[in-house]
């Protein structure tokens, strides 16, 4: 199954990597009684591999309900920081811990302490996509899948912040009828895509249906036949009888849409410039090799203040609730 990948892969700066990488690692998640999670953005070796496959929702439902002594988390740090919330004693490894996330890092904790001080009646709904800190100061955190339906739980007087992504919030906004006020956060990856192209893609493709992530731009958005998270995205693609689909989000989904639909196209959404910056470069930053050496070596492990950690837990929980 990887043997073009092997081909490519030898000698990394840890030492020399086994023949079969993907016996090695089997061999370890037996040894470390390890369960390996993966987001639908990582590479297609990663996908193959992991355990499970999901979106954010249901990553952190996977984490909460394994029984691993050993997460090895194939994503961004929020995403395997999630896992530790939920899981204080066990071990949680991030193959490269440098893969952050730009929309995590759009909201520092000291400027959204004082933004949220100067909305002292409202309550904080907090994107998944933000770090341990920003959920330790959020009431309630949500994800793609389950934003609208979390705020339309909320009472319709409750005034109400919406954390970091302005994109999704406005998205939410539009679904529930409510007035967020939101925090100014965006995601690199998907404020790239080009309405132009897309516009000029679909009138050379009539028959494809345009389907996009609500961290898309509204302009974006208003050509899609249908929005969701990662998952949702993969379901229709599934279902819908069209053949052809125009996909605004990052690509490395359509490793999944081909393996579940194969006889579909997939054409990845262009960004604004000839270049590859429609992929997640934080999410590419693990490697099938980086996943292995983090397994051998168990690092790098993510830890976080326990008094954080709690505070981020609560949050999770309640979304955790309203999301059954
Ligand atoms: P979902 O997989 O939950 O839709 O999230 C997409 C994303 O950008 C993750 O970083
Ligand atoms: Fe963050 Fe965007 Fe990458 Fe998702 S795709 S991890 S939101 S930078």
Same mark, same amino acid.
Not at 158 to 175: H, S, T, W
């Given at each position: 199954?990887?043997?073009?990948?092997?081909?490519?892969?030898?000698?990394?700066?840890?030492?020399?990597?086994? %023949?079969? /990488?993907?016996?090695?690692?089997?061999?370890?998640?037996?040894? !470390?009684?390890?369960?390996?999670?993966?987001?639908?953005?990582?590479?297609?070796?990663?996908?193959?591999?992991?355990?499970?496959?999901?979106?954010?929702?249901? !990553?952190?439902?996977?984490?909460?309900?394994? +029984?691993?002594?050993?997460?090895?988390?194939?994503?961004?740090?929020?995403?395997?920081?999630?896992?530790?919330?939920?899981?204080?004693?066990?071990?949680? %490894?991030?193959?490269? !811990?440098?893969?952050?996330?730009?929309?995590?890092?759009?909201?520092?904790?000291?400027?959204?302490?004082?933004?949220?001080?100067?909305?002292?009646?409202?309550?904080?709904?907090?994107?998944?996509?933000?770090?341990?800190?920003?959920?330790?100061?959020?009431?309630?955190?949500?994800?793609?899948? +389950?934003?609208?339906?979390?705020?339309?739980?909320?009472?319709?007087?409750?005034?109400?912040?919406?954390?970091?992504?302005?994109?999704?919030?406005?998205?939410?906004?539009?679904?529930?009828?409510?007035? !967020?006020? %939101?925090?100014?956060?965006?995601?690199?990856?998907?404020?790239?895509?080009?309405?132009?192209?897309?516009?000029?893609?679909?009138?050379?493709?009539?028959?494809?249906?345009?389907?996009?992530?609500?961290?898309?731009?509204?302009?974006? /958005?208003?050509?899609?036949?249908?929005?969701?998270?990662?998952?949702?995205? @993969?379901?229709?693609?599934?279902?819908?009888?069209?053949?052809?689909?125009?996909?605004?989000?990052?690509?490395?989904?359509?490793?999944?849409?081909?393996?579940?639909?194969?006889?579909?196209?997939?054409?990845?959404?262009?960004?604004?410039?000839?270049?590859?910056?429609?992929?997640?470069?934080?999410?590419? @930053?693990?490697?099938?090799?980086?996943?292995?050496?983090?397994?051998?070596?168990?690092?790098?492990?993510?830890?976080?203040?326990?008094?954080?950690?709690?505070?981020? @837990?609560?949050?999770?929980?309640?979304?955790?609730?309203?999301?059954?």
């Amino acid at each position: 199954m990887f043997t073009t990948a092997l081909a490519q892969r030898g000698k990394t700066e840890q030492g020399d990597l086994p %023949l079969d /990488l993907f016996w090695s690692i089997e061999t370890l998640k037996k040894e !470390l009684n390890a369960v390996i999670l993966a987001h639908y953005y990582q590479e297609p070796d990663i996908q193959d591999i992991a355990d499970f496959i999901g979106d954010s929702l249901q !990553l952190a439902k996977a984490a909460a309900n394994t +029984n691993a002594d050993v997460i090895v988390f194939a994503g961004v740090h929020f995403m395997a920081e999630t896992a530790k919330i939920l899981n204080p004693d066990k071990m949680v %490894l991030l193959p490269d !811990l440098n893969a952050g996330c730009s929309l995590a890092d759009s909201c520092p904790p000291e400027a959204f302490a004082a933004f949220k001080a100067a909305h002292p009646d409202h309550l904080v709904v907090s994107y998944i996509n933000c770090s341990a800190d920003i959920k330790a100061m959020s009431d309630i955190i949500c994800t793609s899948s +389950n934003a609208v339906k979390i705020v339309e739980q909320i009472p319709k007087d409750q005034p109400i912040i919406f954390a970091p992504d302005k994109n999704l919030g406005r998205y939410v906004m539009e679904k529930t009828g409510r007035d !967020l006020v %939101l925090w100014e956060g965006s995601c690199v990856v998907h404020e790239t895509f080009s309405e132009k192209k897309i516009v000029q893609l679909k009138m050379a493709h009539p028959q494809a249906e345009a389907i996009a992530h609500p961290e898309c731009e509204t302009s974006v /958005l208003r050509h899609a036949s249908f929005i969701g998270s990662t998952a949702a995205l @993969l379901k229709y693609c599934e279902e819908s009888p069209s053949q052809e689909f125009i996909v605004a989000t990052e690509p490395g989904i359509i490793h999944q849409m081909q393996k579940r639909a194969p006889h579909k196209r997939f054409i990845p959404a262009p960004p604004l410039n000839n270049c590859a910056c429609n992929e997640c470069p934080f999410m590419r @930053l693990n490697t099938l090799e980086k996943l292995y050496w983090a397994m051998k070596n168990r690092t790098p492990e993510i830890t976080m203040p326990e008094e954080i950690r709690l505070a981020a @837990l609560r949050p999770m929980q309640r979304m955790l609730e309203m999301s059954v």
